[in-house]
């Protein structure tokens, strides 16, 4: 049965497109010597954590120069059940109709997945060739390369691992997803794989070989040695020989004690400690073998992991049992080693400088955790300068107390905030409405009616994109807005008032309030005594506006009052005596101002000089009087003719003057 079948070709890559749920791992062509028939045998492997229940390949035939062959094959592999990591079609046989094919190329059509959801290849996809997996010994050309790697990985590393298209393919075979740090078979990290250095590697297996062959040369030459004295020896004490008969029995075993006791130092000079301690032990209570495995083994085991700690040598990994697959963005090297070091001084309870290498450990551990967690702030900082507010505020809250985290995290909030109370102050927001989002799992909404939109302008939706950063963000131009959203204003606001007072937090508050208050126009010409223009206003605006009524009959009440006046009758001097002059006043002007709703009646002379006196009354009272003079009062009235009329009296309530003026 072995010659039954001839392999006529072999695919030497791998047929791969983006996302796709299984790989073509492997594929022959086989000729059957009995039937002459051609077989094709592939590999599929399932890279798919739903299970899959069907998969359709496409097989185009080749002849011997490379050309097309009709027809194509679809075979299908059906009533299957496979999850990640699960292979099949090593034992199937797919017969081909012609015989002269000599290669042919597979690809993945059609997969079905158990809740019938379907991935499929078009026709006319372009197909990347993905190089297939080699061994370490093949990657390297040195099987000492590949032994080295498997000491700082691991004894089941088998492979070189690789990264191609969205995929990197682990040393253990495991084929994983880019967006997987670790394997998700053997838990290695992608990172520390992918970064191994062939030169380091190359030393390390160098140097470990040149300790091994000085500890071989060191045995033969002392064996030589230890021969050459023994024959300078034997001259000299041949005599006493017959006379130390009885020593003879004893001595042999004081020889192989201090042998064993030399292998014992040779093995812990090497670094090999679990070795190096079993051999002091084995030798009882010879010289200082029992403080040596008990004591000096493991600190000298401890002192070397604590100078790898120091030099942030990974290899050292090892010898406590971990490897660079334990290693992440919060746990190093260092940290690890350092760890393991104090926990081994701390056992040797107080031996020698023990203590002072506890310490040592501990400001190592702190100085990498500070080391971890300033990368981290580095991280969050750098999401801060690239806008993304909501993700840097994630992970400065993540490093709780570290420098002035807290601090950043507001920040973050706060430059979302301020971007978009600029935008409150810049556009009329009164039917923006938001549901707004300072989580990286989930974005900002926005709902501004079609008409707004086009009455705010059209880059006020580029705006609103700017003013959130790189924050995910929907705008969407509809009428009507969902039951979780709220004026964009009131959600501003809220995220200034949870940053309690940060920064200018509660300026930012009172300039949403200024910037949102459309009926400041209203006052404003209210206050500036323009009465005509407010009612105007007044009329026209179709917003919100409480006492809106009692507004209208206020300022009716007192638009008869805002007229120019020529004199009728009375003295023409008593309105400019009032404002120190002595001239003739034969026409003048009234207006009414607002002062927090009270009437202030400016008046104002009319005949080339620039001076105005003004005259108070109560709300919506008619009624204008000036008690600023101790020794006068000035009364305003407009009559029942419709004149105003100005009177002048003294403390008691005596006439002192008057005039009266009628309405130009």
């Known amino acids: 049965m072995a010659d039954r079948f001839t392999k006529l070709y072999a695919s030497e890559t791998i047929p791969y ?34 299970p899959i229940k069907a998969i359709t390949v496409l097989i185009q035939m080749l002849d011997i120069s490379g050309e097309k062959l009709e027809p194509e094959v679809r075979h299908q592999y059906l009533d299957l059940n496979l999850v990640q990591d699960d292979e099949i079609g090593r034992e199937t046989a797919i017969i081909l109709p012609r015989r002269d094919a000599r290669s042919f190329r597979a690809t993945v059509e059609d997969v079905i997945f158990e809740d019938n959801s379907r991935w499929h290849s078009e026709t006319d996809t372009v197909w990347e060739q993905l190089p297939k997996l080699q061994k370490l010994e093949e990657a390297y050309g040195d099987e000492q390369i590949a032994e080295q790697f498997r000491i700082a990985f691991g004894a089941d590393c088998r492979y070189l691992p690789a990264a191609e298209s969205d995929l990197w393919f682990c040393t253990c075979g495991a084929v994983n997803r880019v967006s997987e740090d670790h394997c998700h078979r053997c838990r290695r990290v992608c990172s520390a794989l992918l970064s191994v250095n062939t030169d380091s ?26 021969h050459k004295k023994w024959l300078k020896a034997a001259v000299i004490i041949l005599p006493l020989l017959i006379l130390a ?6 001595m042999p075993g004081y020889l192989q004690q201090r042998r064993d006791y030399r292998n014992a130092e040779s093995l812990l000079a090497m670094g090999y400690y679990e070795q190096a301690s079993d051999a002091f032990s084995a030798l009882g209570n010879y010289r200082d073998s029992a403080e040596q495995g008990e004591k000096n083994v493991p600190y000298q085991r401890a002192l070397h992991l604590l100078a790898s700690a120091d030099a942030d040598d990974a290899s050292a990994l090892r010898l406590i049992g971990r490897s660079r697959a334990d290693l992440s963005e919060q746990v190093t090297a260092a940290m690890l080693l350092y760890q393991a070091a104090a926990e081994e001084f701390e056992a040797l309870d107080g031996y020698r400088d023990c203590a002072d290498c506890i310490i040592r450990c501990q400001e190592g551990i702190q100085e990498e955790e500070h080391a971890v967690l300033q990368c981290a702030y580095d991280a969050a900082l750098q999401q801060l300068e690239e806008l993304n507010y909501s993700q840097a505020r994630l992970q400065f809250l993540a490093l709780e107390n570290f420098e002035n985290s807290i601090d950043m995290a507001k920040e973050a909030v706060y430059r ?66 969902g039951q979780s959203m709220k004026p964009l204003a009131a959600c501003v606001t809220e995220l200034f008032e949870d940053l309690d007072g940060y920064r200018d937090s509660a300026d ?19 206050e500036t005594g323009d009465l005509n223009g407010a009612m105007e206003w007044l009329n026209s605006y179709e917003g919100e506006f409480s006492d809106r009524d009692v507004w209208k009959a206020r300022l009716q009440l007192y638009l008869p009052f ?28 009234t207006r009414v101002l607002f002062r927090d ?10 005949d080339g000089e620039e001076y105005y006196f003004d005259l ?24 029942n003719v419709g004149r105003m009329s100005y009177i002048k009296y003294d403390t008691d309530g005596n006439l002192i003057t008057s005039c009266e003026y009628t309405g130009s």
């Open 17 to 50: 497109i983006q996302d796709m749920p299984v790989l073509l791992m492997a594929g022959s062509l086989l000729r059957d010597a009995y039937s002459g028939e051609l077989i094709t045998q592939l590999r599929l492997h399932s890279l798919s954590i739903k």
């Open 201 to 226: 590697l190359r030393q390390e297996a160098s140097s470990r070989l040149v300790l091994e062959e000085q500890r071989i040369a060191e045995e033969q030459a002392g064996a030589r040695e230890r």
């Open 245 to 250: 008969a009885g020593l003879l029995k004893v």
């Open 416 to 481: 979302k905030a301020h971007g978009l109370y600029e935008y409150i102050c810049r556009y009329d927001v009164r039917q923006v409405y938001a549901d707004l989002s300072i989580s990286p799992d989930r974005g900002s909404s926005f709902v501004i009616p079609k008409d707004a939109a086009l009455s705010m302008g059209s880059q006020c939706v580029t705006d609103l994109y700017e003013a959130c950063g790189n924050d995910p963000v929907d705008v969407n131009l509809s009428d009507e807005h």
């Open 508 to 526: 930012c508050l009172a300039g949403i309030l200024d910037a949102t208050d459309y009926t400041k126009d209203f006052f404003m010409l209210c």
């Open 562 to 589: 805002c007229t120019s006046w020529s004199l009728y009758s009375g003295d023409a001097t008593v309105i400019p005596l009032t404002m120190g002059r002595g001239n003739r006043c034969t026409s003048c002007s």
């Open 597 to 606: 709703s009270s009437p202030v009646l400016r008046l104002s002379a009319n």
């Open 616 to 639: 108070y009354a109560e709300p919506d009272d008619v009624f204008f009087a000036n008690y600023d003079n101790p020794a006068y009062r000035y009364i305003l009235v407009i009559n």
